[in-house]
């Protein structure tokens, strides 16, 4: 499986971005999605996940209400809007395959394919 993360870029604060990671080489309707970020010098971190059919989703506290992840299996897309963003959300965004599962997990190490990232920068 390999995904292609895309449209992050720099962005003021309070201001929105949608960022859209393709999945290929895979059957992406059977997978959980994950996104997570990592800001210079921290870990890794959990930031949503959708279950395989879209119909429900989880949020880290610290994005609940401002992020929203959806996707297109027709498309094998998964996307993450970003709005009211803070420069705290300034980050590598990372979108992540966990298969064989139907639930979600906030643990890095239960995903098994990874994206290449794609950069946000919110400023002040």
């Known amino acids: 499986v390999q995904l292609q993360a895309f449209g992050g870029g720099v962005v003021q604060a309070g201001g929105s971005l949608t960022l859209s990671c393709v999945a290929s080489?895979?059957?992406?309707?059977?997978?959980?999605m994950g996104w997570f970020r990592q800001a210079p010098g921290k870990e890794r971190e959990f930031v949503a996940s959708?279950?395989?059919?879209?119909?429900?989703?989880f949020y880290a506290d610290s994005v609940k209400g401002r992020f929203t992840t959806a996707r297109d299996n027709a498309k094998n897309t998964v996307f993450l809007q970003m709005s009211s963003l803070k420069p705290e959300d300034t980050a590598v965004y990372y979108c992540?395959?966990?298969?064989?599962?139907?639930?979600?997990?906030?643990?890095?190490?239960?995903?098994?394919?990874w994206g290449q990232g794609t950069q946000v920068t919110v400023s002040s």
């Open positions: 992540a395959v966990r298969k064989a599962a139907v639930v979600f997990s906030i643990r890095t190490k239960y995903y098994d394919y």
């Open positions: 959708i279950t395989r059919s879209g119909g429900s989703t």
């Open positions: 080489g895979g059957t992406f309707s059977t997978y959980v």
